[in-house]
């Protein structure tokens, strides 16, 4: 079973708005991680954050994490058409060996 | 340099056929993971390697799923006697860092979509 909920399931956007998704686990984390997965193909790491981290940027991607309340956002600003796909959470536990996934938000950004 | 790849990306089955689903990770990556992922949903763990030594099969779903990666490099999933719930697409990832200590990023291949007819 995912570990990990998501929201919103779905988010439309223009061009330019900043894109707000969230995630929420359960359990004890070493880390936090975000992929992207454009249709019909696979994950790409976008950004990790680590349980000791508050808040991590790359490029246009913002992440927060606060483990008091097991949960992190991911914010992209100014939005590109190319930014177009479903976007997930993963967190990894201590000493274990995978990914414990969430269920997955849709972002589609209208040109 | 090439990324993790998989065959076939396609493969329709009829209900009770055995198949098999091919991952070549990136070399030199010692760790590789299977994940399945069923339409609309995020990707869920089936079992993991460290070089050839099979770590962790607690995601497998049943005794119809096998997966070896006997010289450590590529690996095969095999599923036997498919029914029409294992539809779904399955992912393989590997990583240079063993796992254990917490897990860091993990490159994915394009995944294998399997239709169960």
């Known amino acids: 079973s995912q570990q990990g909920e998501e929201d919103p399931q779905a988010l439309s956007i223009q061009e330019g708005e900043n894109a707000t998704m969230n995630c929420s686990y359960k359990?004890?984390?070493?880390?936090l991680q975000w992929y992207r997965q454009n249709s019909g193909r696979g994950l790409v790491h976008l950004i990790l954050?680590?349980?000791?981290?508050r808040e991590k940027h790359s490029g246009r991607l913002r992440v927060t994490l606060d483990t008091s309340k097991k949960s992190s956002s991911l914010l992209i600003t100014a939005s590109r058409a190319a930014d177009t796909a479903s976007y997930f959470c993963a967190t990894a536990a201590y000493n274990t060996d995978k990914l414990i996934f969430g269920t997955g938000t849709r972002l589609q950004v209208f040109p | 340099g090439a990324g993790v790849s998989q065959s076939p990306r396609y493969k329709v089955a009829k209900r009770g056929q055995d198949v098999a689903l091919r991952c070549d990770p990136i070399?030199?990556?010692?760790?590789l993971f299977w994940y399945q992922q069923a339409l609309g949903q995020g990707p869920e763990f089936l079992t993991y390697f460290q070089n050839e030594a099979q770590l962790d099969k607690s995601g497998l779903p049943s005794d119809r799923f096998f997966a070896e990666r006997p010289e450590g490099s590529v690996s095969t999933l095999k599923i036997q006697r498919t029914q029409q719930e294992d539809s779904a697409v399955y992912l393989c990832?590997?990583?240079?860092?063993?796992?254990?200590?917490?897990?860091?990023?993990?490159?994915f291949g394009p995944g294998t979509r399997l239709t169960v007819l």
């Open positions: 990832a590997s990583s240079d860092r063993l796992a254990g200590g917490g897990v860091d990023e993990q490159f």
């Open positions: 070399s030199g990556h010692v760790s």
């Open positions: 359990t004890s984390i070493n880390n």
């Open positions: 954050i680590r349980s000791n981290e």
